[in-house]
Nanobody
Framework: QVQLVESGGGLVQAGGSLRLSCAAS????????MGWFRQAPGKERRFVAAINWSGGITYYADSVKGRFTISRDNAKNTVYLQMNSPNPEDTGIYYC??????????????????WGQGTQVTVSS
């Protein structure tokens, strides 16, 4: 069982920066693929970024590529999402998720086994 707790959300101006953190419980954190998803008001939860167990492979949605960076610190059981130059379209609730399967399709929600409660990010123009 893994518990995920997101933090770092808030209000940010367009063009600024924000870093989200996701702290995980459990000894097997380093074996999980970790992902970030977001859900805008009235819309489905959508993939943002993911990182493999070692941190050596990262994946991004086209909409955030070049602006957001996902990273992880397995010694701290934490995954991060650095958001640079956000725009109002990045507003939403950001969820951290963990996938047990080694070859998970990282962009697909059902591939993830554990989810955090979410943290709100609001980008003002």
């Amino acid at each position: 069982q893994v518990q995920l707790v997101e933090s770092g959300g808030g209000l940010v101006q367009a063009g600024g920066s924000l870093r989200l953190s996701c702290a995980a419980s459990g000894r097997t954190f380093s074996s999980y693929t970790m992902g970030w998803f977001r859900q805008a008001p009235g819309k489905e939860r959508r993939f943002v970024a993911a990182i493999n167990w070692s941190g050596g492979i990262t994946y991004y949605a086209d909409s955030v590529k070049g602006r957001f960076t996902i990273s992880r610190d397995n010694a701290k059981n934490t995954v991060y999402l650095q958001m640079n130059s956000p725009n109002p379209e990045d507003t939403g609730i950001y969820y951290c998720a963990a996938a047990q399967r080694a070859r998970a399709t990282v962009t697909v929600r059902v591939e993830y086994d554990y989810w955090g409660q979410g943290t709100q990010v609001t980008v003002s123009s």
